[in-house]
């Protein structure tokens, strides 16, 4: 069984460039979330997906951000013209929900960005 | 709003115990405890759905009380691989997570 995985799990890029990272959820789990993590923070969290759907979208997502998840198995999220505030990890999830209820996260390892 | 994570930090030697502490100013549905290792992923602990809900996973348990909008974890007789940053989150979808509790756990 594997986990959940993303790619890269580096990268550097220029101010101005644009970025987009790659999750693969576990294949069982209908949830894919993303979020971000700084330096000494909680991840926080950025989008989410149930099967091909994005349901909600933090507030503090900017039009820079875009994420997508088209046939319900892997997602992107693209960040348009980086800024060095965009520098952190981006983390990716997924879990099993049913209604409601939604089950444990389970998180990949993670994309370092670094915008220089 | 995010949920408020104490102690900050802790240091413990092996064999000790410890409490983390969460607590939410809002109504809390469900509580995840997480653990992160400096580089590494956030690791899931447990879950807890229910007030009054209690949950152990080798020496480490949690308990959750709904009413007081608080869920704390309980670390027994701590090893030195429960190092690292503690997480609480809270919320049924998405999850708002606290600052954390580092963890150190020396020889």
């Known amino acids: 069984d594997t986990g959940v995985s993303q790619n890269p799990r580096h990268k550097i890029t220029k101010r101005g460039q644009n970025v987009t990272f790659r999750c693969d959820p576990i294949?069982?789990?209908?949830?894919l979330y993303w979020y971000r993590q700084t330096l000494g923070q909680g991840p926080e969290f950025l989008t989410y997906?149930?099967?091909?759907?994005?349901?909600?979208k933090s507030r503090l997502l900017s039009d820079r951000f875009s994420a997508e998840r088209p046939k319900g198995s892997f997602s992107t999220l693209e960040i348009q013209r980086t800024e060095q505030g965009d520098s952190a990890m981006y983390l990716c999830?997924?879990?099993?929900?049913?209604?409601?209820?939604?089950?444990?996260?389970?998180f990949g390892p993670g994309t370092r960005l670094t915008v220089t | 709003q995010q949920p408020v994570q104490s102690p900050q930090a802790v240091i413990l030697r092996e064999g000790e115990d410890a409490v983390i502490n969460c607590s939410s100013s809002?109504?809390?549905?469900?509580v995840h405890w997480y653990r992160q290792k400096h580089g590494e992923a956030p690791v899931f602990l447990m879950i807890?759905?229910?007030?009054?809900e209690q949950k152990g996973h080798e020496k480490i348990s949690a308990s959750f009380n709904e009413k007081k909008q608080q869920s704390s974890l309980y670390l027994t007789a701590s090893q030195l691989s429960y190092s690292g940053t503690y997480f609480c989150?809270?919320?049924?979808?998405?999850?708002?997570f606290g600052e954390g509790t580092q963890l150190t756990v020396n020889p």
């Open positions: 999830a997924s879990s099993l929900a049913m209604g409601q209820l939604s089950y444990e996260q389970y």
């Open positions: 294949s069982e789990h209908n949830r």
């Open positions: 997906f149930q099967n091909e759907a994005q349901l909600e």
């Open positions: 809002k109504a809390l549905y469900s």
């Open positions: 807890l759905l229910k007030g009054g």
């Open positions: 989150g809270q919320g049924g979808s998405r999850l708002t």
